[in-house]
């Protein structure tokens, strides 16, 4: 499995069997890299970041023994999905004005002036 790259790309998280050494991936049968939101759709504050980070290291956790294969990467990014969602809806993150491409892949921004 060591020389074999497992990932699973989301819209916003793409979750790779390998570890980051001078910026290129190298694959590792034993650690997780977590890429959120590649095309910075939103803006992000350390706190949001960390949330999901912290739910990240959950689901790992919750996984640990478990066979690592396309099917259980693919959970953990669809669970990290659906935990971005919860957070926007919150109002906890925001759509980035300034992204590359504006299609609110997560349903329109919730604003007093659009409720």
Not at 27 to 54: C, G, M, R, Y
Not at 87 to 94: F, N, R, T, Y
């Amino acid at each position: 499995m060591a020389d074999t790259l497992l990932k699973c790309t989301t819209r916003h998280v793409r979750l790779f069997t390998a570890r980051v050494d001078n910026q290129d991936l190298v694959p590792s049968a034993d650690e997780l890299t977590l890429d959120l939101d590649p095309d910075n759709e939103f803006l992000w504050s350390d706190a949001v970041v960390s949330k999901v980070q912290q739910r990240f290291q959950q689901l790992v956790e919750a996984g640990a023994g478990g066979e690592l294969s396309d099917y259980s990467l693919r959970r953990i990014g669809t669970d990290l999905e659906g935990y971005i969602r919860q957070l926007l809806q919150a109002g906890e993150l925001s759509y980035n004005p300034d992204g590359r491409v504006q299609n609110f892949s997560m349903g329109l921004p919730r604003t007093p002036d659009l409720l």
